[in-house]
C-alpha cells in the first residue's frame, strides 16, 4: 500500500510520467513486501518552488507514504534511486530534491482496513 506523490518545477509531458510512472514502479520493490502491484502514484507539474530563498532551478519534493515500518537501510536504497530516478528522468539535481517518508500504522482501502 505504498502511495508516492512527485511535486516538480518542470513540466511533465505524458510520456515522461509514463517512463517515471515505470521506474518508480520497480523502486518500491526495494522496500521488502512492497511492489508495483499496490502502488498508487500522483503527479504534479509545473509548481512554483523555491529552496534556500530562490527560485531559479528546478527541484523536486517526493512524498513516500507506506503502510507499516521499514528499516534505515531500506529507506537508504529508496532515497538514492528516487533521486536517481528523477536526476535521470528530469535532469534535476540531487541537492535539489527532497524527499519526505510516512509510516501508517492505518490505511482503508475497498471501504476496510488493513
Known amino acids: 500500500m505504498p502511495y508516492i506523490r512527485t511535486t516538480v518545477s ?7 510520467k509514463e ?23 500522483a503527479f504534479e507539474d509545473n509548481m512554483n518552488m523555491y529552496f534556500r530563498g530562490e527560485g531559479n532551478e528546478d ?26 530516478i528523477i536526476n535521470e528522468e528530469l535532469g534535476i539535481n540531487r541537492e535539489n530534491i527532497y524527499i519526505k517518508y510516512e509510516e501508517a500504522d492505518h490505511w482503508g482501502w475497498n471501504g476496510n482496513n488493513f
Open 19 to 41: 517512463s517515471i510512472k515505470a521506474k518508480l514502479g520497480q523502486a518500491i520493490a526495494l522496500i521488502p513486501g512492497k511492489s508495483e502491484s499496490w502502488l498508487m502514484l
Open 59 to 84: 527541484y523536486a519534493y517526493l512524498e513516500v507514504s507506506l503502510f507499516g515500518k521499514t528499516s534505515d537501510a531500506a529507506y537508504d536504497r529508496l532515497t538514492a534511486a528516487l533521486s536517481e
Open 10 to 16: 518542470k513540466e511533465l509531458t505524458d510520456e515522461k
